[in-house]
């Protein structure tokens, strides 16, 4: 046996909602597991609540508390597990966590792709730690795989559907053929959306998620503001059929990418040709894809966040904490690459474009012409009658964002288009 | 930035084939990356080779040497790569360097699987380590998700996809309707199958893998002896259509299992419901799902044992060993619980099997009366003519393996029976 089993920490636990309780519980259930692995005996000796009067189910009731000076302030207490969510007042209790030298676990995206920088570099200069595994794709061990295993591997993109809400309505979707607010209900009904669905569906936390994948990915800084963004309001149940006519799978994707060594990462709903690897990730589940240029492509695949997966992964940074007595490179995500952005302009992209216009000759030659002034060649045309009206189905050739969008706006214009038209882009495989 | 950034590691390298020399290049190619991410310059300043008069392209012809002696006893290599594979002389150079209290890192599953408790208790007593992530699953960091990522997850079971040769014979014969032999040659042809393809396609490269996961998720000794094991070449292009039909592809997997705290780890040709994520796992692809307590499914998927993905997770080795000044509890992959085996015939089996019968009356009574007798249950049988004979297709409710096998053995009697029946088991979903 090592010599130093028998070393006991102390945890002080912020939050005590499903994810917190689960820790609690995680940890004493498998203690016995922990105890090998770490060779620490590692228990929960405080928990910050609101109110604690209140009922708190699992744990025992002293080790409750309203007050974070006392946890900060009690010197066995050697790692905060932050479990509040938000920025205020995680961000104070975590800075002034790292300050007084404790090691921090959190699963807070907004937090980390917004402050990540700087606690970060906090966390360095305090040679102490701060981990995030279960910030990103519950579970699934993202982080620590881009990290630590994919150091050499020369990471060139990342594709990952890592938000669950919007995965199950887009597969409600499709399996039923429901309108969005349809499907979106039904997430709701099943508690995979939130009264107020805005993070997921405008794909704000899915930006959050990839801003952390894609700064330690790229070991550059990548913040929430430097994520384009689109959310899946648009996307009409019209959408998913005729792309399952054309072999496609719309997902919510987030992308970052790589140009050369300037990084462009977003968010957005995308068509995936039915061979793509997460073109098959259905319901809640999360996955991320991973291409290198020594590794041709990796995926990670699993439940997305729900409460026991987010512990089971706030545990597994405990334990890595606790194993590394010496704070090593690893232990800091560094961003020593300042890389510059790539404008999502730049960026070359199929797009499919779906527009409603009236039923008379000449409409499509009218709108081929504009994309034609404009160098946007059409890779293939789908006509549907619907009445009076008729719906185009167009397939671009791979183009500059810039010069699609110009043409767009112009046959937007046109008095023969009657709606707003929403083009989606094309992920044509996983070597994209 | 680190302090002990600048830091000088020397690296002597067993071998130089594929994988040799793709390590010396990405160490080359990415040495920014891996003194960012290790705080080291990281260099190969030894290769033992067996004709160091050879070409080896890459690398400066001083580094090459045929003389082990010359790389073990230069005190400058603090970490020692074996690259040779096979048992002799990669378990003396290893162990040998264990003893001088270098570290190992390795991708010899064969090794692993049948002394690597030998090796770990080495590692553990020299103070030092041995690392072996590219032994299983090429650059799909499995070995690293199980140990670290899934400490606290109480991993109940793996099924994997460990062999990419077999997968792709199966695959092809899938796509093309081929038979075995058919489709081994074009395994071949691609490079996909060696000229004696044994190791692969009796399932002894998949059961050293598994035997080396099993290992690490249950915390026990499992060597390649203790894995059961069968082989695809029995699976007949029938077969694989039968399968079809009835919704199942076949793949050959691998399954280790606790069983109360009782262990099972086995490789065979299954059916996989067509819902079960490692059902569209195709071609060299390989893939790893893991069920624990408290996470729901985890599933890693990339590329099988390609020259570049192996060398990709043996350079990540390296920088875990670097990064970690301190040998921690991490570093042992240790067997602290003895498990017993739970053994085959006692698990619980749904069985799939494919019986050429004469045609004629009373054959399905005769059969229907001998499983009935010995209490194995028929969930449903198609019955197949073809020409003279007819074919049975049974599906049977889960049973006792003992059971069901001695059962069997009492059909093969029957006169009416023409060929050696050769069942299959059957995957239900991904929960089995």
Redesign the interface.
Same mark, same amino acid.
């Given at each position: 046996?090592?010599a130093n089993v028998g070393q006991e920490i102390k945890i002080g636990l912020l939050g005590y909602g499903t994810v917190g309780s689960?820790v609690f519980r +995680?940890?004493e259930?498998?203690s016995e $597991? =922990?105890l090998?692995?770490? @060779?620490a005996a590692i228990s929960v000796s405080r928990i910050l609540v609101r109110d604690a009067a209140a009922a708190h189910s699992g744990a025992p009731p002293e080790l409750f508390t309203t007050d974070f000076g006392e946890i900060l302030d009690d010197d066995e207490i050697s790692i905060i597990v932050e479990l509040i969510g938000g920025i205020d007042p995680a961000y104070e209790y975590i800075s002034a966590a790292l300050e007084k030298g404790k090691a921090v676990v959190t699963a807070n995206k907004q937090l980390i792709s917004q402050q990540g920088s700087y606690l970060f570099e906090l966390s360095?200069r305090r040679q102490t730690q701060i981990k995030f595994?279960a910030s990103v794709a519950g #579970? =699934?061990?993202v982080i620590?795989?881009i990290?630590?295993?994919? #150091?050499? #591997? @020369?990471i060139e993109s990342i594709h990952g559907i890592v938000n669950g809400t919007t995965n199950f309505i887009l597969t409600e979707m499709t399996r039923t053929g429901a309108e969005y607010e349809k499907a979106l209900d039904r997430a709701r009904e099943l508690g995979y959306a939130e009264a107020d669905p805005t993070e997921d569906v405008e794909g704000l936390d899915a930006a959050a998620k990839m801003a952390i994948l894609a700064s330690i990915a790229f070991?550059s800084t990548v913040g929430l503001d430097d994520v384009d963004c689109e959310g899946i309001g648009e996307i009409g149940s019209l959408d998913i059929e005729y792309a399952r006519e054309l072999g496609y799978t719309i997902k919510l994707l987030g992308v970052a990418r790589l140009y050369g060594d300037r990084v462009n990462v977003r968010v957005y709903p995308a068509l995936l040709e039915s061979g793509h690897?997460l073109s %098959?990730v259905g319901g809640a589940q999360n996955a991320v894809f991973i291409q @290198?240029s020594?590794?041709? $492509?990796?995926? +990670?695949?699993?439940?997305g966040a @729900?409460g026991? $997966?987010t #512990?089971?992964?706030v545990?597994?940074d405990i334990?890595?904490i606790v194993? /590394? /007595? %010496?704070p090593?490179?690893?232990e800091?995500p +560094?961003a020593?690459k300042q890389l510059d952005f790539f404008p999502a302009e730049e960026v070359e992209t199929t797009f499919y474009l779906r527009l409603e216009v009236e039923d008379e000759p000449g409409v499509l030659a009218a709108i081929a012409n504009i994309f034609g002034e404009h160098r946007v060649s059409i890779e293939s045309v789908l006509q549907k009658g619907r009445g009076r009206h008729a719906e185009l189905v167009m397939i671009f050739h791979p183009v500059k964002e810039k010069s699609f969008y110009n043409a767009l706006a112009r046959v937007a214009e046109l008095p023969v288009v009657k709606a707003t038209p929403h083009p989606l882009r094309v992920e044509s495989n996983g070597h994209g």
């Open positions: 046996m090592p689960n +995680l940890l259930e498998q $597991e =922990i090998q692995s770490s @060779g360095r595994e #579970a =699934i061990p620590r795989v990290r630590e295993s994919m #150091a050499a #591997a @020369g070991h690897p %098959t @290198g020594a590794i041709d $492509e990796i995926m +990670l695949s699993g439940p @729900g026991m $997966e #512990a089971s992964a545990v597994s334990v890595s194993s /590394r /007595r %010496t090593g490179f690893l800091y +560094l020593y």
